[in-house]
C-alpha cells in the first residue's frame, strides 16, 4: 500500500484548474486579436485599392503624353476621348466598363477634362471605403 501512495504522488500533469485558466487566457487572446486582425485586412484592401487607383492615374499620364505626341501638342477634348485614346495605347489601362485586372476589379469614367477612377473589389471582396480617385488633365 505504502509503494501505491508513492506511484499517486509522483504523477505529473496538469490540473483541472491549470487547463481552466490556460483555456481562459487563450479566450481572451481570441477575443481581443481576431478583430484586430480583421479590420488590418480590411485595411490591407484599402490601401491596396488605392495603389490601383494611383496605378490608373500613372496609365493615364503615360496616354495622355502618347496622345499629346502624336496630335502636336494637343490635349484630348475631354475625358472620354482621353479614355478612349488610353485603350488604344495599352490595353485595360483606364477600362471603361468594370474589368478585373490582377485582383482588382476596377472601372473609369471621363467627364469634362477629368477621369474617375473606381476599385469595386479588391480579391474578390468588395471594398469597404472609398477608393476612388480623380485624375485632373485640365491646363
Do not use: W
Not at 505529473?12 to 479590420?39: D, M
Not at 496616354?63 to 478612349?84: I, T
Request: glycine letters at 10%.
Amino acid at each position: 500500500m505504502g509503494e501505491k501512495k508513492k506511484l499517486l504522488r509522483n504523477e505529473k500533469g496538469f490540473t483541472l484548474i491549470e487547463i481552466i485558466a490556460v483555456l481562459v487566457i487563450l479566450g481572451i487572446l481570441a477575443v481581443v486579436a481576431i478583430p484586430k486582425y480583421l479590420g488590418t485586412m480590411d485595411d490591407a484592401r484599402t490601401k491596396a485599392g488605392q495603389g490601383q487607383v494611383a496605378e490608373a492615374k500613372g496609365r493615364l499620364s503615360q496616354s495622355l503624353a502618347r496622345y499629346m505626341l502624336a496630335n502636336n501638342g494637343l490635349k484630348p477634348a475631354d475625358g472620354a476621348a482621353l479614355l478612349a485614346a488610353a485603350a488604344t495605347y495599352s490595353a485595360n489601362a483606364c477600362p471603361t466598363n468594370n474589368t478585373t485586372d490582377g485582383d482588382f476589379v476596377f472601372s473609369c469614367a471621363g467627364s469634362g477634362n477629368t477621369v474617375t477612377i473606381t476599385v469595386h473589389s479588391v480579391q474578390g471582396v468588395a471594398t469597404t471605403a472609398n477608393n476612388t480617385g480623380v485624375y485632373n488633365f485640365a491646363d
